[in-house]
T-cell receptor
Framework: GQNIDQPTEMTATEGAIVQINCTYQ??????LFWYQQHAGEAPTFLSY????GLEEKGRFSSFLSRSKGYSYLLLKELQMKDSASYLC????????????FGRGTSLIVHP | DTEVTQTPKHLVMGMTNKKSLKCEQH?????MYWYKQKAKKPPELMFV???????INESVPSRFSPECPNSSLLNLHLHALQPEDSALYLC????????????????FGPGTRLTVT
């Protein structure tokens, strides 16, 4: 099975940098996704990591360490519109191959 | 067109009603999914269709009945629901059926907010 852990809530200031962590304990690993979900809306894909290291995409970056079972999503130059829930999802190496979602981290950006 | 559409946006139904949720994508995706999401919880997988055939049913009660009429459409038929079934129902699609190769990220629709009274 998959056990995925994320902080429930974080707050940050507009213009700052925030790091949202995700740890996982799984019987295997075949990729990790980050999704953004605004309240009452659908999750939207942000990033995908399958190898160790940092993937940068504009203001958002995602990091993975497979040996530590650890990922983080880094958001730079925070904007008010970044207030949302950020979901980490881990894909198993076999079986259904369908990612399992963590409970999500609710990020509140204030002026 | 990189959009997944869902109708209706909101639905209120009684426990004896029969209703259907609809989902549509025109990206040529070969897999479609139904998820249920309660407030402040992650999406929970319900069903997966691969090449229009049901490939995964996550032990969902029979009062939820999925249907895939063609490669672009996915329905969820609802009958005799319970108040605890009230949730946001999300449809998603991906280019390929679930597999270990490649990114194959999921595209989600805006969801149907269902309230069972």
């Amino acid at each position: 099975g998959q056990n995925i852990d994320q902080p429930t809530e974080m707050t940050a200031t507009e213009g700052a940098i925030v790091q949202i962590n995700c740890t996982y304990q799984t019987s295997g690993f075949n990729g990790l996704f980050w999704y953004q979900q605004h309240a009452g809306e659908a999750p939207t894909f942000l990033s995908y990591n399958v190898l160790d290291g940092l993937e940068e995409k504009g203001r958002f970056s995602s990091f993975l360490s497979r040996s530590k079972g650890y990922s983080y999503l880094l958001l730079k130059e925070l904007q008010m519109k970044d207030s949302a829930s950020y979901l980490c999802a881990v894909r198993p190496p076999g079986g259904s191959y369908i990612p399992t979602f963590g409970r999500g981290t609710s990020l509140i950006v204030h002026p | 067109d990189t959009e997944v559409t869902q109708t209706p946006k909101h639905l209120v139904m009684g426990m004896t009603n029969k209703k259907s949720l609809k989902c549509e994508q025109h990206m040529g995706h070969r897999a479609m999914y139904w998820y249920k999401q309660k407030a402040k919880k992650p999406p929970e997988l319900m069903f997966v269709y691969s090449y229009e055939k049901l490939s995964i049913n996550e032990s969902v009660p029979s009062r939820f009945s999925p249907e895939c009429p063609n490669s672009s459409l996915l329905n969820l038929h609802l009958h005799a629901l319970q108040p605890e079934d009230s949730a946001l129902y999300l449809c998603a699609s991906s280019q390929d059926p679930p597999a270990g190769q490649g990114m194959n990220e999921q595209y989600f629709g805006p969801g149907t907010r269902l309230t069972v009274t």
